[in-house]
């Protein structure tokens, strides 16, 4: 009986069987699989609302990291004046310490060759209307 050519058979097509049965489980997960989340893009709309709720200093730390990476050198399509504004609003804000402050205006500074005079008068200006901690 074990040396039958049905025995065989029977067993192979049951072998097929099951891997059909896995290979379709696998295809139905693939199909309905949630799509994975579209990254944000990161406005200046966004940080903005961003600092008005920040809690901590790592949350801080993050959002500058943030600012820095995409909008350290004016965007062309930004209005300078709401860009500026928001530079002021981070510099006035009391997690930043001063000499941080200078030295993201020198930052700014230097990738925006052709603002400097306003980014030094935002800050400055930002600097003086600050609470004292």
């Known amino acids: 009986m074990m040396y039958d050519i049905w025995f ?26 949630p799509s994975p989340p579209r990254p944000v893009s990161v406005t200046l709309e966004n940080i903005q609302s961003l600092l008005s709720t920040l809690k901590k200093d790592q949350e ?26 928001i530079i002021g609003k981070i510099a006035s804000l009391e997690y930043f ?5 200078a030295q993201l205006s020198q930052e700014l500074q ?7 005079r306003e980014i030094v008068d935002t800050i400055g200006l930002a600097l003086k209307n600050r609470r004292k901690r």
């Open 8 to 33: 065989y058979l029977f067993f192979w097509a049951l072998a097929f069987l099951g891997a059909l049965f896995v290979m379709g489980c696998v295809l139905v997960y693939l199909v309905f699989q």
């Open 60 to 85: 801080f730390e993050g959002l500058l990291k943030v600012f820095l990476q995409h909008f350290k050198k004016l965007p062309s399509d930004t209005d300078p004046k709401y860009w500026l504004e």
């Open 97 to 101: 310490d001063t000499d941080r402050v």
């Open 110 to 116: 230097e990738a925006n060759t052709e603002m400097e």
